[in-house]
């Protein structure tokens, strides 16, 4: 997948996909019907496959103080992404100078003259250019105009109630996270380098690999059962695990990060990237009264994730 982080002054391989422009925060499934019906305009077309989005996420640009809300970072985006079958990732700069252009101009400068477009799917409820001025109608008008076809997606909905990125946020900050999954259509992940932390996890015999969850939007803080894929180096690969995430209060912390505990697992994955993926909320944070007490609940923590995720762990797509 080649990931484009300009609109202007591209080489040529990178003009000409009929692409999906959206935030696509969480990949979800409302997202994905967007993205398959463009993956048919595009075979029709004999096109790449692209999707236009933007980084930071707008509302990061024009709220900077508001609380973390992200389901994904940008590197979770890209490999969900990837794995969808995307060829050209546009990750275009949401900065002054985007959020300062008019639909016209964002339709003209952007999407025509710039990336090139030859299509482009949205949802009908998009909105585009300086404050969201530009509807839906505007586009298929404009496309017109400046010479790419405009296909317009319904919105997708499960049983009823429509498929969002904020109704996700809602089931995971309820600890639901297999809810969650329903609507993603996959486990929810979290993504990034593994830090390094304390090591008290090492001492207390369940190591662990420590991951920064700034700028995401929390799950409901606890112990989950988990699977974990190992995206680099040598051990690359798929695990089962428990994680805890949260702000340790039995060591007077509060700054919020992911702990893995990976079943079965040696070696060292200090820099290495991870995907884990929430299965099941098992327990909130506890503070324990002593360290034996803390080391009893993590054996039964294991126990659980173990039998949960041999019985029934959803498939990590």
Not at 63 to 90: I, W
Request: hydrophobic letters at 45%; glycine letters at 10%; charged letters at 20%.
């Amino acid at each position: 997948m080649r990931i484009v982080n300009r609109w202007h002054g591209l080489e040529p391989a990178d003009r000409g996909a009929a692409a999906a422009i959206g935030n696509f925060d969480g990949v979800h499934l409302g997202h994905r019907s967007v993205i398959d019906r463009t993956r048919e305009i595009a075979t029709a077309l004999n096109a790449p496959l692209g999707v236009v989005t933007f980084e930071p996420h707008p509302r990061s640009f024009f709220a900077p103080k508001a609380p973390p809300f992200r389901l994904m970072n940008a590197e979770a985006l890209a490999n969900r992404m990837a794995r969808l079958g995307v060829s050209h990732l546009y990750m275009l700069p949401f900065d002054a100078a985007m959020a300062e252009l008019s639909p016209e101009a964002f339709a003209r400068d952007v999407l025509a003259d710039g990336l090139g477009l030859r299509h482009v799917v949205v949802g009908r409820d998009f909105c585009f250019g300086k404050g969201r001025a530009g509807t839906a109608d505007d586009l298929i008008a404009l496309g017109k105009a400046h010479g790419f076809g405009v296909t317009l997606a319904d919105l997708l909905e499960i049983a009823g109630t429509q498929v969002s990125s904020t109704a996700i946020r809602n089931a995971l900050s309820e600890g639901r996270p297999r809810e969650a999954a329903a609507m993603l259509g996959h486990l929810h992940r979290i993504e990034g380098a593994v830090l390094h932390g304390a090591k008290r996890g090492h001492d207390l015999g369940f190591p662990t690999a420590n991951m920064g969850v700034d700028q995401l939007h929390l799950p409901k803080l606890g112990v989950y059962a988990v699977k974990v894929d190992i995206l680099t180096g040598p051990q690359a690969g798929g695990y089962l695990g428990v994680a805890s995430l949260g702000v340790r209060p039995m060591f007077g912390e509060n700054t919020a990060n992911l702990e893995t505990y990976i079943f079965d697992f040696k070696g060292d994955l200090y820099g290495q990237h991870l995907s884990v993926a929430l299965v099941e909320y098992l327990r909130p944070e506890l503070k324990f009264d002593s360290i034996d007490a803390l080391i009893a609940q993590m054996g039964q923590d294991c126990a659980q994730a173990r039998a949960i995720l041999a019985a029934n762990c959803p498939p990590a797509t």
